[in-house]
């Protein structure tokens, strides 16, 4: 016998489904209702209609999560009888058993539907009459497979305009489900079918959204990108062509993909700041540019890839934007109204150290000067006062006040909270040009001065290209090749109100490395920090293998906590690539997994060789800290900057630097094949690394910046 479910979201007229009943009773079909409407009060009327059984569904979600009940809020009232019932056993069961889902009013639709994605032999259908077809035709074949309630394609394309204008919702995702767009010709019927000439544009929207979703349920994570991006195409609205170019490309940055229309949709929003900018319209062409910035500087296109724009050709990428009006009143330079005080002579200086949560380079500049008889400390970690962090990282609102040039809100905001500290101050030194050294220089500093500390990571971002660097004093980069592409980036950094610029080594204690190797440490590689895709610590896998095959002896020894999943859809996917690789090593004890470490020094007294994996970095901490320890340094020539005026072949010693797995493999093949050998190139790299970045030598540098000691 033939199992059918109705589903109904308010109650049916009974004189009506009694006799639909009696129609599916006369086919051989057990009949089942669940509603949302209160049964209680109609049980004797339907206990007479012959129904094999009726139950109630959830009335409410008064049990349910104050988030939950949040989002029904906000959701249509189909939505909201979904989100009562998904969790309803009774329900599940009875779907899974049923040949046929009916959809008794529209409110039930959509979970009629949602119970055929659970139930794929199952019918879906919306309606006694469509019900009571497929019934019929089910028996006449004989057949339990599920046919979708899709409506005609052949009439959608005499009239798309037409048809996809006037569909419901749910039949649009019927028309675009998982089985079609899954076949090539479905697919494809269904991106052209959004280009039609002549479809209104909000049909056109609708249209390409139900699209891209059936094309993503699909496992075609582009042709849905695609499919929004052509429907863009044909939109000559600025809000609604950036909205949807925007749709399609973070569909693709969602799943760890650089976008193929980046471009395009950077333009449209740029386009439109320019349009609402030359109206006036702060507010919104701020908003246009923030998310021009957001997506042209997005971490999965820079920072979670092994590659970026950034790296082919810095200059080229950032063109874009620099033609935009928008962003030139942004890039503009507003200077400072007078230029900062001298060191006072008759008192200490008084230093502020400032950053955002991450102070992890500061520890040993804050000892310095927190017992200097010429400085007078104080720290500030603007993430710590909530008032400070919100507009730290107001990106949307420092991009409104620079196009409005003049007085704002939020100018107003930074001027109450950071003035006092300006007032105190001789000298900020502010860590890391990101998100503060943008709120910074909104407002002028009077006759402070400003220093501003930039590593590498800040160069991917678009922080740069939203701080006023005019109003900045000196600006520090921790290499050569970070400066390199930071001013090719910054129009400002190249013109007359660029700051001063510097180059420091980061602050370490590298005289502490210095300690006894263990006996196995010769045949160990070692690599510090396998947290970030830029990481590539597959390249350090591959150059064990090639050891591996001349010595089995050799070992990789991985310091630190693994990447976070989380972090984006592409650290995600390389973390699973890196797993894969590991398992067997590990397994095998080739490879050693060490985790995170508070110390460093004894964890470097296991490595023999010291591994730079990188495809950028700044200066590689890690391998400063292990050339000082003694280990061998073996240093990919970072391929964000291979080939540059500076790299990593300039920032280290002749030989530290390899350009391949191949070539590092017989580098430690040749140095390791004695102890003699192994202890004298480590000692060599030892003395370099302790005479060129301990802090006892790099301080001093710092005492010249700050208080002009030589």
């Known amino acids: 016998m033939t199992e059918v ?8 007229q009974l004189g009506l489904l009694k006799d639909s009943v009696a129609k599916f009773r006369a086919r051989d079909a057990e009949v089942y209702l669940a509603g949302t409407f209160h049964v209680s009060p109609v049980s004797e009327e339907l206990a007479e209609i012959q129904l094999a059984g009726v139950h109630q569904l959830p009335r409410n979600l008064s049990k349910r999560s104050g988030a939950l009940r949040r989002k029904a809020a906000g959701s249509p009232a189909g939505m909201r009888v979904w989100l009562q019932s998904q969790r309803d056993r009774w329900l599940r069961r009875r779907a899974l058993n049923a040949q046929v889902l009916v959809a008794l009013d529209p409110g039930a639709v959509y979970t009629v539907w949602r119970l055929s994605q659970y139930a794929p032999a199952a019918e879906a259908h919306f309606g006694i009459a469509a019900a009571l077809t497929a019934l019929d035709k089910l028996k006449q074949r004989g057949a339990t497979a599920r046919q979708a309630a899709l409506p005609p394609l052949g009439a959608v394309a005499k009239d798309v305009r037409r048809t996809i204008d006037g569909l419901p919702a749910v039949m649009m995702r019927t028309a675009t489900a998982r089985p079609v767009m899954r076949s090539t010709l479905g697919a494809r019927f269904w991106r052209s079918a959004v280009t039609v000439p002549g479809m209104p ?23 849905a990108a695609i499919a929004l991006t052509e429907a863009a195409s044909k939109i000559s609205d600025l809000a609604v062509k950036a909205e949807l170019l925007d749709e399609g490309v973070m569909t ?38 923030n998310r021009a910035l957001f997506l042209g500087f997005h971490r999965v296109l820079h920072i979670d890839q092994l590659s970026s724009p950034l790296a082919k050709d810095a200059q080229k990428y950032v063109e874009r934007f620099h033609r935009s009006t928008a962003f030139q009143a942004v890039a503009r330079p507003r200077g400072r109204k007078k230029p900062p005080a001298a060191p006072p002579t008759d008192r200490p200086l008084r230093l502020l150290v400032t950053t955002s949560a991450n102070a992890n380079f500061l520890k040993h ?3 310095l000067y927190e017992d200097h008889p010429e400085v007078e400390l104080r720290y500030l970690d603007l993430a710590a006062q909530r008032a400070l962090k919100r507009i730290s990282w107001a990106a949307r609102l420092m991009l409104e006040d620079r196009l409005a040039d003049g007085p704002t809100a939020y100018q107003a905001d930074v001027e109450r ?11 900020v030194f502010l860590d890391w040009s990101v998100g503060p050294a943008s709120m910074l220089t909104t407002i002028d500093p009077g006759d402070t001065r400003i220093v501003v500390r930039l590593h590498s990571y800040e160069a991917f971002t678009r922080w740069p290209h939203m701080t006023d660097f005019s109003r900045i004093d000196d600006l520090i980069f921790v290499a050569p090749h970070v400066r390199d592409l930071t001013t090719s980036l910054v129009p400002q950094l190249r013109g007359d109100a660029a700051p001063r610029m510097h180059v420091l080594d980061n602050a370490m204690d590298l005289s502490g490395f210095v300690r006894p190797k263990t006996a196995d440490a010769r045949f160990n590689l070692g ?4 947290s970030q895709v830029a990481k590539d610590p597959l390249w350090a896998v591959e150059v064990l293998k090639l050891v591996r095959e001349r010595d089995e002896r050799y070992r990789l020894l991985l310091v630190g906590g693994d990447m976070d999943p989380k972090t984006s859809k592409a650290t995600a996917e390389y973390r699973t690539a890196l797993e894969r690789e590991l398992k067997p090593l590990v397994e095998s004890g080739a490879v050693v997994r060490q985790g995170p470490t508070d110390d ?41 900057y291979a080939g540059r005026a500076n790299s990593a072949r300039t920032l280290y010693p002749e030989g530290w630097v390899v350009g391949s797995p191949e070539e590092a493999a017989r580098r430690i093949l040749e140095v390791t094949s004695s102890e003699e050998a192994w202890l004298e190139a480590g000692k060599a790299a030892s003395r370099h690394a302790v005479s060129s970045w301990d802090w006892s ?14």
């Open 365 to 367: 500049i804050l000892a």
């Open 600 to 640: 460093v020094p004894a964890a470097l007294t296991d490595i023999g060789v010291i591994l730079s994996s990188s495809v950028r970095e700044g200066c590689h901490v890690g391998l400063m800290e292990g050339a000082a320890s003694a280990a061998l340094p073996v240093a990919r020539d970072w391929p964000f």
């Open 252 to 289: 693709e940055i969602a799943k760890g993909i650089s976008p193929r229309d980046l471009s395009r949709a950077v333009d449209a929003h740029l386009a439109r700041a320019d349009a609402q900018q030359a109206q006036g319209n702060h507010e919104i062409a701020s908003e246009a540019l």
């Open 201 to 223: 544009v909000k049909a056109r929207v609708a249209a390409s959204r139900y699209v891209a979703e059936g094309m993503q349920w699909a496992g075609r994570t582009s042709g």
């Open 5 to 12: 479910l109705f589903i109904a979201s308010k109650r049916p």
């Open 527 to 530: 690599l510090i920090g396998v």
């Open 697 to 710: 030598v790099v301080q001093k540098q710092f005492d010249q910046l700050f208080l002009g000691e030589s």
């Open 417 to 427: 909270l950071m003035r006092p500290y300006l007032d105190w101050a001789d000298t």
